[in-house]
């Protein structure tokens, strides 16, 4: 068998610390995984891997094939990326993540054109909300709406993330439109659980207010508060590019559009500036043109 695909598998096993999940990673079954593992141990002639039903551990032997197979691994990326960099194609494989909303809403449909244009590029994109170390799961690219980036990691400012509140036809009829942000107070309020869960702040010209809302939902999950406002469930705290959509097909109406919430930033985060790949490097450009077009 392959060695290099076996230091592969290998590596993802120590990451994952799991043979289930490296199979599923790597797209291949639990059974091949335990075959690469099998080849380095009889090639090195050592236990790599101490394993049992519920865990997997690293060997002080695995420990040195790791550092190894890390420069290996990487230095064979290296190799391919500047092969087809003479050859004016970009090569490998980019790891992204970026929040569920955005990637089901904007990403994927970016990341598609993108790769219509380097058709040997493969991505590999991780849809979550969780904040991730990009370091340590080497992420090459990290798609976040924040004010506050990490100080740690690169931020390059893609397009400014309004939000506006909003509610379904039907609510409104049924519960009457709010005239003042005070009104809030006496409506069924759903909230974003990472973003103005309790208190929404409003502004209108010079004027800032801090309704405490009672929120009648709450979620993690910015889509999941945005299909109950649009059953009729109450008036949410919704980013443009989330609901523009909607507000165009008349599903859901603003709610008191002279008072704005806080903007907020779409950044492409990365770890470092230096050593970026040519693919890394062209999808960053990608990208800022990309989200300079739609009316965000």
Same mark, same amino acid.
């Given at each position: 068998?392959?060695?290099?695909?076996?230091?592969?598998?290998?590596?993802?096993?120590?990451?994952?610390?799991?043979?289930? *999940?490296? +199979?599923?990673? !790597? @797209?291949?079954?639990?059974?091949?995984?335990?075959?690469?593992?099998?080849? #380095? /141990?009889?090639?090195?002639?050592?236990?790599?891997?101490?394993?049992?039903?519920?865990?997997?551990?690293?060997?002080?032997?695995?420990?040195?094939?790791?550092?190894?197979?890390?420069?290996?691994?990487?230095?064979?990326?290296?190799?391919?990326?500047?092969?087809?960099?003479?050859?004016?194609?970009?090569?490998?494989?980019?790891?992204?993540?970026?929040?569920?909303?955005?990637?089901?809403?904007?990403?994927?449909?970016?990341?598609?054109?993108?790769?219509?244009?380097?058709?040997?590029?493969?991505?590999?994109?991780?849809?979550?909300?969780?904040?991730?170390?990009?370091?340590?799961?080497?992420?090459?690219?990290?798609?976040?709406?924040?004010?506050t980036p990490d100080?740690? *990691?690169? +931020?390059?400012? !893609? @397009?400014?993330?309004?939000?506006?509140?909003?509610?379904?036809?039907?609510? #409104? /009829?049924?519960?009457?439109?709010?005239?003042?942000?005070?009104?809030?107070?006496?409506?069924?309020?759903?909230?974003?659980?990472?973003?103005?869960?309790?208190?929404?702040?409003?502004?209108?010209?010079?004027?800032?207010?801090?309704?405490a809302i009672c929120?009648?939902?709450?979620?993690?999950?910015?889509?999941?508060?945005?299909?109950?406002?649009?059953?009729?469930?109450?008036?949410?705290?919704?980013?443009?590019?989330?609901?523009?959509?909607?507000?165009?097909?008349?599903?859901l109406s603003l709610?008191?559009?002279?008072?704005?919430?806080?903007?907020?930033?779409?950044?492409?985060?990365?770890?470092?500036?230096?050593?970026?790949?040519?693919?890394?490097?062209?999808?960053?450009?990608?990208?800022?043109?990309?989200?300079?077009?739609?009316?965000?």
């Open positions: 068998m392959d060695r290099l695909t076996a230091m592969l598998v290998f590596t993802e096993v120590a990451r994952s610390g799991s043979f289930s *999940l490296s +199979a599923k990673k !790597l @797209a291949m079954s639990r059974a091949m995984v335990t075959r690469h593992i099998d080849v #380095l /141990e009889s090639w090195l002639g050592a236990r790599i891997l101490q394993r049992t039903t519920r865990h997997v551990s690293i060997t002080q032997a695995g420990e040195a094939l790791l550092q190894h197979s890390r420069h290996l691994l990487s230095l064979v990326e290296q190799i391919e990326e500047e092969s087809a960099s003479q050859k004016h194609e970009l090569r490998g494989q980019l790891k992204l993540t970026c929040g569920v909303a955005l990637g089901q809403t904007h990403v994927a449909a970016i990341l598609t054109k993108f790769v219509s244009q380097h058709p040997h590029l493969k991505i590999d994109l991780s849809a979550s909300d969780d904040v991730v170390n990009l370091i340590e799961e080497r992420i090459d690219i990290a798609i976040r709406v924040s004010n100080p740690m *990691l690169v +931020a390059r400012s !893609l @397009a400014v993330c309004d939000s506006v509140l909003v509610a379904s036809p039907g609510y #409104l /009829e049924q519960f009457g439109l709010p005239q003042q942000p005070q009104d809030l107070l006496e409506h069924r309020c759903l909230s974003y659980a990472n973003f103005g869960k309790c208190v929404w702040h409003l502004t209108r010209a010079e004027q800032h207010v801090e309704i929120s009648y939902l709450s979620s993690n999950e910015t889509s999941v508060v945005l299909r109950y406002a649009l059953e009729g469930g109450g008036i949410a705290m919704q980013p443009t590019f989330l609901v523009n959509e909607y507000l165009k097909q008349g599903k709610v008191l559009p002279d008072w704005h919430p806080p903007s907020m930033h779409i950044y492409a985060l990365y770890p470092s500036r230096r050593h970026l790949s040519p693919a890394v490097r062209a999808l960053l450009d990608f990208l800022v043109l990309q989200f300079a077009q739609p009316a965000w």
